[in-house]
């Protein structure tokens, strides 16, 4: 088996490790070998898959497992018991199905809101201008807990776009935790730009080609 990417995540251990930042495995694709390995001999301990039917085939209670990518509304009764946060709540119908489900399960459902901070129209995730009232709204919903935002950023920008998404996705978190001082994630920055995302404040990167992709020189 290739093991590359154990050595490329210590690798970015050691070089987050003073910031604090909690490292999520973006594990689309690879197998669950691989994501036992991962976690079982790292400090990586959450793998992040962002399709559902791929989450479930995968799925191992032995380990801890985040939802990353677009949810439709109709697939969160699949999830909603095992994962611990949700990153990609934008939208009510969404917010209302987690409620109804996680009720039904008499759990807590925890989340983040996504933000699409350049709006990209292909792309989920809130303005970042709503995500304050939508905050507001997920009080009604006893069910589920607001633990921060999740943002994303185009693929094709510039360290200096970048940094003027992700510095305001950090004003707005901030904003976000004087009034849910429980809201302690800031889920922001991939491979290309998790360096960059650090810097402005994120406080949980969710990498995949960085740890399984190319090997880091
Ligand atoms: C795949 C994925 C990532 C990781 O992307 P890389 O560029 O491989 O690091 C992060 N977040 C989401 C939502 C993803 O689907």
Redesign the pocket.
């Known amino acids: 088996m290739n093991r590359d990417f154990i050595a490329n995540a210590n690798k970015i251990l050691a070089r987050l490790a003073p910031y604090g930042v909690e490292v999520v495995a973006?594990t689309?694709t690879r197998p669950i070998e691989e994501i036992s390995e991962l976690i079982e001999t790292t400090d990586i301990k959450v793998a992040?898959e962002?399709r559902v039917q791929e989450l479930m085939s995968k799925y191992d209670a032995r380990y801890t497992w985040d939802f990353?990518?677009q949810l439709q509304t109709n697939k969160v009764k699949y999830i909603i018991d095992k994962v611990r946060l949700i990153?990609?709540v934008d939208r009510l119908s969404l917010l209302q199905t987690i409620e109804k489900e996680a009720e039904k399960r008499n759990i807590t459902a925890n989340i983040l809101i996504e933000v699409n901070t350049a709006k990209e129209e292909n792309k989920g995730g809130l303005y970042l201008e709503d995500a304050l009232d939508f905050s507001q709204e997920i009080r009604n919903y006893p069910s589920v807990k607001l633990l921060g935002l999740m943002a994303?950023a185009p693929l094709y920008y510039e360290k200096d776009e970048l940094e003027k998404c992700f510095n305001e996705a950090y004003k707005v978190y901030t904003e976000l935790k004087t009034g849910f001082p429980e809201a302690k994630y800031l889920s922001m920055g991939?491979?290309?730009d998790y360096r960059i995302a650090v810097d402005c404040g994120a406080n949980l990167v969710?990498?995949?080609?960085?740890i399984f992709?190319e090997r880091i020189v």
Do not use: D, E, F, P
């Open positions: 973006a689309k992040g962002n990353i990518g990153h990609s994303v991939m491979s290309n969710r990498l995949g080609r960085a992709g």
